[in-house]
């Protein structure tokens, strides 16, 4: 799976970012989609993720309320919708594909990568 992550830049606190997550056909169907995130001198951390059908989501405490994840199989695209944002979101953020429906949040869960892109938040 092919995965190209779009959508980072600037924002001030409280403002709101999207991210989008393209994936090549051939194998975007039946994959869950993920976002993590790598802040400077941190260890990548897992942000969301959203299994095939959609029905299924899964966030990570803190962004719970503030962030959501959809994807729309018709476009092969996820997305990370990004509210009430607050300094310590700034990050790289990774977007990545996994065979597995039901997913826990470990990076070795998930098989593809895509580049990172950047978010900021600061005044």
């Known amino acids: 799976v092919q995965l190209q992550a779009s959508g980072g830049g600037s924002a001030q606190p409280g403002g709101s970012l999207r991210l989008s997550c393209a994936a090549s056909a051939t194998t975007f169907r039946g994959y869950a989609l993920g976002w993590f995130r790598q802040a400077p001198g941190k260890e990548r951390e897992f942000v969301a993720a959203?299994?095939?059908?959609?029905?299924?989501?899964y966030y990570t405490n803190s962004i719970k309320g503030r962030f959501t994840i959809s994807r729309d199989n018709a476009v092969n695209t996820a997305f990370l919708q990004m509210n009430s944002l607050k300094p310590e979101d700034t990050a790289v953020y990774f977007c990545?594909?996994?065979?597995?429906?039901?997913?826990?949040?470990?990076?070795?869960?998930?098989?593809?990568w895509g580049q990172g892109t950047l978010v900021t938040v600061s005044s």
């Open positions: 990545a594909a996994s065979p597995f429906q039901r997913i826990r949040g470990q990076e070795a869960e998930f098989s593809s």
């Open positions: 959203i299994n095939w059908s959609g029905e299924g989501t």
